[in-house]
């Protein structure tokens, strides 16, 4: 007889959104709860109304009153800006490591000037520093560090329905770019680190930061462990996958952008810069635009579309 699926703890809401945002987790006060409603990750700023809906939605009427960033990537904070213009009393709070940065908002340290991507500045209360916990529903919920995929990234545990929040250090087929192997830092070996973090937790239940709410742990991790094996055999093996995710994520914004618009937004895009000369110089940069295009096309995440007349067009799909 197999079991029915644990209940994810009360009060707690995720909103599955699109790979554009990251998922929401939200989380209703709940009788006796003094320290409110919250969110943990807000998505991206194009999708900034509809967040706002979704968390109103959910919340049925409560006020906001907490902010939770796992880290500080533009699919996970985009939407920050616009629920503190809503909810004028939130509170917002982030993982360690970035607080100045964000006070002085330095779009490169904070990764939105290297990827091309957009955050509107928004303001910070303070941080989630691991190894203590937040109250969230009336619950208690570990902060443990999660570097790799971010350096500064955090996760979320619940121990008495050993539900985690894992962000992007675990999804159920992989886990997100590690960013610092395009800045030329080693971090092959965070990522296994918080593989190993995750596993000593035993978690029945993740959330994690992109795609649905999944149970079989043992098989994401054997699944993020060999995609990570492959990326330390074969470094460029990362760095394409890296390549290929930036694009198709900014694709999934534009929709769709000329031929010449796109090549001339990879050579102001720092990260395409760094990318390109650490492992694809034996290409020009034209030859090597033209590759990523390629690809996309090939695994149908991409259309280009136009004739001998008319100037091709990147169409996402």
């Known amino acids: 007889m197999t079991q029915a ?13 699109g790979w554009l945002s990251a998922n929401n987790i939200v989380f209703a006060a709940q009788p006796g709860d003094r ?3 919250a969110v943990v990750d807000t998505g991206y700023v194009t999708h900034s109304e509809q967040t706002l809906a979704l968390v109103a939605d959910t919340l049925q009427g409560q006020l906001l009153a907490r902010i939770l960033n796992t880290h500080l990537h533009s699919d996970h904070c985009g939407g920050n800006a616009a629920l503190q213009a809503a909810y004028p009393e939130v509170q917002t709070y982030i993982a360690p490591g970035q607080a100045q940065q964000v006070r002085v908002w330095d779009e490169s340290q904070l990764s939105y000037a290297p990827t091309g991507q957009d955050c509107p500045r928004f303001a910070i209360t303070g941080v989630l520093q691991p190894g203590t916990s937040v109250q969230l529903s009336g619950r208690d919920w570990q902060i443990h560090a999660a570097p790799g995929h971010d350096p500064h990234s955090v996760i979320l545990f619940e121990p008495d329905s050993r539900t985690l929040i894992s962000a992007d250090a675990l999804w159920e087929n992989g886990f997100g770019v590690v960013f610092p192997e395009i800045e030329g830092q080693h971090a092959f070996d965070e990522v296994a680190a918080t593989l190993d973090c995750i596993e000593q937790l035993k978690p029945l239940t993740i959330i994690p930061g992109h795609g649905s709410v999944f149970r079989d742990v043992d ?12 990326f330390v055999q074969s470094p460029e093996r990362h760095a394409s996958y890296a390549a290929k995710v930036l694009l198709k994520y900014k694709l999934l914004e534009w929709q769709q952008i000329s031929l010449p618009a796109l090549h001339l937004w990879l050579q102001q895009t720092p990260y395409f810069g760094m990318l390109h000369q650490r492992y694809f110089s034996q290409e020009t940069p034209q030859q090597w635009a033209q590759s990523l295009v390629s690809s996309l096309v090939a695994s149908g995440a991409a259309e280009l579309q136009g004739t001998d007349d008319a100037t091709p067009v990147l169409v996402n799909r």
Do not use: H, N, Q
């Open 35 to 37: 320290e409110g409603a």
């Open 5 to 17: 699926p644990r209940p994810l703890p009360p009060g707690l809401t995720v909103l599955e959104r």
């Open 219 to 230: 098989a994401a991790l054997a699944t993020a462990r060999r995609r990570l094996d492959g």
